[in-house]
């Protein structure tokens, strides 16, 4: 299978990188920098480029099977302002499948008909990140996409555990953290799987 993985030099999408090369896929990932990148495979292709160029995504979508966006927000607006680019791009490369990395915040409030970080279960003090990932998930929904929005609580380094909870729309009850190695094993199963076709994700312990 053809992947690219954006967000490949983050927390995340390094992780994805490593389990998609374990299974031999071929990787395509554009990034800015490079040499961030400190694998030598075959099967990896890098791309130097923005996600907000138009002629960058389109290079990089070309040929693609399914695409992962581990993006993160970094106190900007680079996730709202290149999603539009990459499911344009995918449109017109045929491509369906898109799993990106969300946040809790953008998932069903338990207790109110809003998502959790309108609510009062949102422990966090700034609603920016989850604001951009909102309008991510407002852009996928009314696309015709086949996307899945996996959306972590808090996300410690940590080492892969292998056993988690995921719930479709909610956070798993009482769940309060998830490491970056399970959420990116996770993410990265869905390639294989319509569990979750146009749905978001909570995933916990």
């Not at 693609?64 to 999603?83: Q, R």
């Amino acid at each position: 299978m053809n992947i690219l993985i954006l967000g490949a030099t983050g927390r995340v999408g390094r992780k994805i990188v490593t389990y998609a090369h374990h299974d031999k896929h071929h990787v395509t990932v554009l990034v800015r920098t490079p040499e961030k990148i400190q694998i030598n495979n075959e099967n990896l292709t890098i791309i130097q480029g923005n996600v907000l160029n138009k002629d960058d995504i389109v290079r990089a979508t070309h040929g693609i099977d399914v695409v992962i966006s581990a993006l993160n927000t970094d106190g900007t607006t680079t996730l709202s302002e290149s999603m539009p680019l990459i499911i344009e791009a995918m449109l017109s490369e045929g491509i369906q499948r898109i799993i990106t990395i969300g946040t809790a915040g953008i998932l069903q409030s338990r207790t109110t008909p809003s998502l959790r970080y309108q609510s009062s279960e949102s422990k966090r003090n700034s609603v920016r990140a989850a604001k951009e990932h909102h309008k991510v998930y407002d852009m996928l929904k009314q696309s015709t996409l086949e996307w899945t929005i996996v959306c972590p609580t808090y996300l410690p380094a940590g080492e892969s555990v292998g056993k988690y909870r995921v719930d479709r729309n909610f956070l798993p009850e009482g769940g309060v953290e998830i490491s970056v190695s399970d959420t990116a094993e996770f993410t990265y199963t869905q390639i294989q799987s319509s569990d979750f076709i146009k749905s978001r994700v909570g995933i916990a312990y």
